[in-house]
């Protein structure tokens, strides 16, 4: 989750706006946790590749990197059976990929329990 997390960071610090300062959020309903950047945001055409190993957007390739970073991501997510959101410009002002975990929701009276 760490590596998960950083790797995020790492992308939202890199192709934000300023590159200094980005937005987390985390939500228990559903269990989710979000990284937002202001910065140009995802074209429709590289969004549907972002997280494909070794892919990188012609329009950034001056900013380093090998293009595993959301590869990483997406195979983290799917090995705790969550899901990945992106949101881009222009209904969102900048990116935000949101990693919504399974659990429990607000209503269904599920409480996680420890293994005896």
Known sequence: MAELLA????????????????????????PSVSVEDAGAGISQDDSMRIFDAFYRSPQTQQAGGSGLGLAIVREIALVHGAWLNLSSRPDFNGTRISVVFPGPRIGTHLKRQRAS
Do not use: C, F, Q, S
């Not at 610090?13 to 939500?27: M, N, S």
């Open 7 to 30: 790797n995020l960071i790492d992308n939202a610090l890199r192709y934000g706006a300023t590159g200094k300062e980005v937005t987390l959020r985390i939500t228990n309903n559903p």
